[in-house]
């Protein structure tokens, strides 16, 4: 056989996605050709450079600067495994990017890590379509929906006179339905303004632990449906963290309404809140059926439920990472199919006043 061996920094240079390799400080040790090509900066320029010095020249180009910011977000939060997002940009037109984030080892500390960048599109704009679809035929089914709801309630508080037995329990069944639509719909609502960055927060310094109090007592109904238990633990003197105080309710709400869907009867929730490294760390924790391991990247997508899950939107842990990543926090799960699953979620602690 004749020929040469291309050398592999070559193949990368030829490749359409971009490329880049840092090491465990953020400091640039390698960009393709097809990147460099993009930013019109030659490739020795970035060569040893802090790797927002590479966003930075990127976000000159980018009017959205969505990609700038979450390149610090993960600066500041380094990805323990694969992260995939994908981020608006405006070079002028708006378009999508790919951006797939690996850390990689050497024995069993991080070396550094590797960015993949990848058009997304045509991906982008089927889901923005998707997405204004669902918002636009939320905001109409809501107002009926409210009105039905209403209704039923009207009627089975007696203001039609008293009712037959089995008209009481039709009608108990109907409101059942509609709640479970009322929070389908607040659900996609919620998902739909958060991607679009329409979501307003209003941040305060907040003690989780008041966050977690509350979340509890909106929670003992459904505990004792189900016949489980809630018990809180939290740390003395917790730092504040710098959060909208409904959204973090919502966060833990949704977390410990999951945990409890999974749960069997007679058996414990358990929540703890304790200081983690510049963080406030959450965690819930089941003694469910458990992930398998397969499952745990998908847990946060869309319409994901697992088997032995009580009915749901499927929209809960989605609503849980949008919000907690606006935060600038980080959520995940551990688990291990049999032994239940334990729900993380950090916030950065607020800055001293």
């Known amino acids: 056989m004749t020929g040469t061996l291309t050398q592999p920094d070559n193949i990368l240079d030829q490749l359409s996605p971009g490329i880049v390799i840092t090491d465990a400080n953020w400091r640039v040790l390698y960009v393709n050709r097809s990147l460099a090509e993009v ?8 060569i040893g450079e802090h790797l927002l010095v590479l966003a930075g020249r990127f976000s000159r180009r980018d009017s959205a600067g969505e ?12 990805p323990e495994k694969t992260s995939v997002r994908r981020i608006p940009v405006r070079i002028p037109e708006r378009r999508f990017v790919r951006v797939r984030v690996q850390p990689y080892r050497s024995d069993s500390s991080v070396s550094g890590f590797l960015f993949l960048l990848t058009d997304a599109t045509q991906e982008g704009e089927i889901d923005e379509m998707k997405n204004e679809f669902i918002s636009v035929a939320s905001h109409e089914m809501r107002t009926p929906m409210t009105s039905i709801k209403g209704s039923l309630e009207l009627l089975l508080g007696g203001y039609a006179g008293e009712l037959p037995a ?15 639509l009322v929070r389908l719909i607040n659900d996609l609502l919620d998902i739909a303004k958060i991607e679009s960055g329409k979501m307003e927060f209003h941040l305060d310094r907040l003690d989780v632990n008041d966050c977690v109090r509350k979340s509890l007592r909106s929670l003992r109904a459904l505990a004792e449906a189900h016949r489980v238990s809630i018990r809180a633990e939290s740390s003395d003197n917790l730092p504040r963290v710098l959060a909208d105080r409904d959204r973090m309710e919502q966060v833990i709400t949704n977390l410990l309404s999951n945990a409890l869907k999974y749960s069997p009867p007679d058996s414990v929730v358990r ?43 499927g929209l809960g842990l989605t609503i849980c990472r949008a919000l907690v990543e606006q935060h600038r926090g980080r959520i995940w799960v551990e688990s291990q199919p049999g032994q239940g699953a334990q729900f993380h979620f950090e916030l950065p602690i607020a800055p001293p006043d």
Do not use: C, M, W, Y
Not at 39 to 46: A, G, I
Not at 289 to 294: R, T, V, Y
């Open 166 to 180: 089995e008209a009481t329990e039709l009608l108990g069944i109907s409101l059942t339905a509609v709640d479970r």
């Open 39 to 46: 930013l019109s900066t030659p490739v020795e320029e970035f």
């Open 67 to 78: 990609l700038l910011r979450h390149l610090v977000h993960i600066t500041l939060q380094p």
């Open 271 to 313: 929540i703890e809140a304790r200081p983690a490294e510049n963080a406030v760390r959450v965690s819930i924790t089941d003694q469910g059926p458990g992930i398998p391991a397969d499952q745990l990247e998908k847990v946060f997508d869309r319409f994901q439920q697992l088997q032995g899950a009580k009915k749901g939107s």
